[in-house]
């Protein structure tokens, strides 16, 4: 997407959501993990992925990095719905996008940099279920038109309710459940959270309870819901205004739709439920919808807010240096001294300084103009 298309609250708010979970997170789990007190719970609550049914403040992390991404395809891909046809470098670029987006996904993840096969996870990270999302979402709006995109996106979300139905019995155990059955038998010994014995055996880890590859469906919903954001923000015959109210309405209609789907399909994150992906989606929408009221059309908070754009320009850069490397030892070096005054906290010094770094090498790569493209 060119610099001069963008909506700054497009970037800003990807960036809020990269920086709750590279910077202000580290800091906040390790202040509660210091301060065990009752009275700190409220907090602890909304900062930890709920055990299975339910949705807290954490959950919404993974599906606005989805939505976000959504939402940039009606910016960067406007032309061929302006009448330019997509060639092979169209196709080539989804396919090199797809390609890095899971290269980089087994690195944070995948367990690559392990350089033991046993332990790889082919499918396990955020940045894959981008990576399918993605890549169909944007096959759909250039090649399906508006009403097509409905179209298949709709056949995407009731495909997985289907699934469920005809072979899940609406079985929603953690291990039993048919969206786990079936990355059990397709991932086998290389699903994520696979606990290998010292023998060379394995077994599944019945903690994991994430699952994949018939999540991806709903993958491809939650980050369509986010390129219908960005069309209706980039429809220039309403106002700017009256986009964003109908992009906020929309929100709280997918709000209710998902809190009364989930009276029949609980709302589970893990396995990235038909009523979870339309209350994350409504989320996002409202997050987005006031961001952008903010920011573009009332023109506040742009200087007060911008910083965030360090994160949100750079967000794949930003989530694999924060995933990827530990500024501990740098941390450490230099403030060691303070172990003996700071006592028990002396751990959240050193988290404050390691977020502190990957704060400012996003400033860095931001000043100087240098974004990962992928």
Same mark, same amino acid.
């Given at each position: 997407?060119?610099?001069?298309?963008? +909506?700054?609250?497009?970037?800003?708010?990807?960036?809020?959501?990269?920086?709750?979970? +590279?910077?202000?997170?580290?800091?906040?789990?390790?202040?509660?993990?210091?301060?065990?007190?009752?009275?700190?719970?409220?907090?602890?609550?909304?900062?930890?992925? /709920?055990?299975?049914?339910?949705?807290?403040?954490?959950?919404?992390?993974?599906?606005?990095?989805?939505?976000?991404?959504?939402?940039?395809?009606?910016?960067?891909?406007?032309?061929?719905?302006?009448?330019?046809?997509?060639?092979?470098?169209?196709?080539?670029?989804?396919?090199?996008?797809?390609?890095?987006?899971?290269?980089?996904?087994?690195?944070?993840?995948?367990?690559?940099?392990?350089?033991?096969?046993?332990?790889?996870?082919?499918?396990?990270?955020?940045?894959?279920?981008?990576?399918?999302?993605?890549?169909?979402?944007?096959?759909?709006? /250039?090649?399906?038109?508006?009403?097509?995109?409905?179209?298949?996106?709709?056949?995407?979300?009731?495909?997985?309710?289907?699934?469920?139905?005809?072979?899940?019995?609406?079985?929603?155990?953690?291990?039993?459940?048919?969206?786990?059955?079936?990355?059990?038998?397709?991932?086998?010994?290389?699903?994520?959270?696979?606990?290998?014995?010292?023998?060379?055996?394995?077994?599944?880890?019945?903690?994991?309870?994430?699952?994949?590859?018939?999540?991806?469906?709903?993958?491809?919903?939650?980050?369509?819901?986010?390129?219908?954001?960005? #069309?209706?923000?980039?429809?220039?015959?309403?106002?700017?205004?009256?986009?964003?109210?109908?992009?906020?309405?929309?929100?709280?209609?997918?709000?209710?739709?998902?809190?009364?789907?989930?009276?029949?399909?609980?709302?589970?994150?893990?396995?990235?439920? #038909?009523?979870?992906?339309?209350?994350?989606?409504?989320?996002?929408?409202?997050?987005?919808?006031?961001?952008?009221?903010?920011?573009?059309?009332?023109?506040?908070?742009?200087?007060?807010?911008?910083?965030?754009?360090?994160?949100?320009?750079?967000?794949?850069?930003?989530?694999?240096?924060?995933?990827?490397?530990?500024?501990?030892?740098?941390?450490? #070096?230099?403030?060691?001294?303070?172990?003996?005054?700071?006592?028990?906290?002396?751990? +959240?010094?050193?988290?404050?300084?390691?977020?502190?770094?990957?704060?400012?090498?996003?400033?860095?790569?931001?000043?100087?103009?240098?974004? +990962?493209?992928?």
């Amino acid at each position: 997407m060119e610099i001069k298309k963008r +909506l700054a609250s497009l970037d800003i708010l990807r960036g809020m959501d990269l920086f709750l979970l +590279l910077v202000a997170g580290p800091i906040i789990h390790k202040f509660l993990e210091i301060n065990t007190s009752p009275i700190w719970d409220g907090a602890r609550r909304q900062v930890t992925h /709920v055990s299975w049914e339910g949705f807290v403040l954490w959950d919404i992390i993974m599906p606005l990095f989805m939505f976000m991404s959504g939402a940039t395809i009606p910016f960067s891909m406007a032309k061929y719905r302006e009448g330019e046809r997509p060639g092979k470098a169209f196709h080539l670029k989804l396919l090199k996008r797809f390609a890095l987006l899971f290269f980089l996904g087994w690195i944070v993840q995948g367990n690559l940099l392990n350089l033991d096969f046993k332990q790889f996870h082919p499918f396990a990270n955020t940045l894959q279920a981008i990576a399918v999302g993605y890549v169909f979402s944007a096959l759909a709006f /250039v090649y399906f038109g508006k009403k097509g995109s409905w179209i298949f996106g709709t056949a995407c979300f009731g495909l997985y309710i289907l699934v469920f139905v005809l072979f899940g019995h609406m079985n929603l155990d953690p291990q039993g459940n048919i969206a786990m059955v079936i990355d059990k038998a397709v991932l086998g010994s290389h699903r994520d959270g696979v606990i290998w014995n010292p023998d060379g055996t394995w077994a599944w880890n019945e903690g994991y309870q994430y699952t994949w590859i018939l999540s991806s469906l709903n993958f491809v919903v939650t980050v369509m819901l986010g390129s219908y954001a960005g #069309s209706l923000l980039k429809d220039e015959t309403r106002p700017k205004k009256l986009r964003g109210f109908i992009l906020a309405a929309t929100g709280v209609s997918l709000v209710i739709f998902g809190i009364a789907l989930d009276s029949w399909f609980p709302c589970i994150k893990k396995i990235w439920s #038909s009523s979870m992906t339309l209350y994350s989606a409504g989320l996002c929408s409202l997050a987005l919808a006031l961001v952008y009221l903010i920011v573009d059309v009332w023109g506040k908070g742009n200087k007060s807010l911008g910083w965030f754009k360090f994160f949100g320009m750079n967000s794949i850069a930003a989530y694999c240096i924060g995933e990827v490397i530990n500024f501990s030892s740098v941390s450490r #070096s230099l403030l060691h001294g303070f172990d003996h005054i700071l006592g028990e906290y002396y751990p +959240l010094l050193i988290t404050f300084c390691n977020v502190t770094i990957l704060f400012l090498i996003m400033r860095f790569m931001y000043k100087k103009g240098i974004f +990962l493209k992928v």
